[in-house]
């Protein structure tokens, strides 16, 4: 199974224009041209890439990254919320969307939570510290929950 099923053919709307720079089963990476800029995105696998021992990971968890200029650039929320969508587009069955920043970086926390995410714990990596920010669907977070009627009581 590719990264993502059908993530390379779909256009990243908000983003700009996508062009496939590589994909396999694990990994995939877009070049995306917006007016006269680019950025090169890395779609992950979690359960097959470097956050497979970092946290619970469930099998269609799905890492972005950016590097470190475009996660603190001012574009970096429509860029990350254009690719959750198409991210959950192409894999209905994603529970997560995981997006790492340095930890401590306030200007790429804040980018990551103006685009929905929110920050979810901070781990250790053998060559850095991180703070992991998760994007979940409300089928995830939201529940309907009556407190007042338990079954059993």
Known sequence: MPAVPGLPALTVEGAGRATVESWNRRSGSLRLRRGGTEAL??????????????YPVSAHDVELVLDRAEQRAATAPVLLGA?????????????????????????????AEAAGFRYAVDVDLRDEPLSLLVHEPDWVTHTDMDLDRVPGS
Not at 41 to 54: H, I, K, P, Q, S
Not at 101 to 108: F, H, I, K, L, T
């Open 83 to 111: 690719l959750v969508r198409a991210v959950r587009a192409a894999d209905p069955r994603c529970r997560r969307v995981v997006y790492a920043v340095a930890e401590g970086d306030r200007v790429a926390t804040e980018h």
């Open 41 to 54: 995105v890395r779609v992950e696998r979690c359960a097959a890439g470097r956050l497979r021992d970092a």
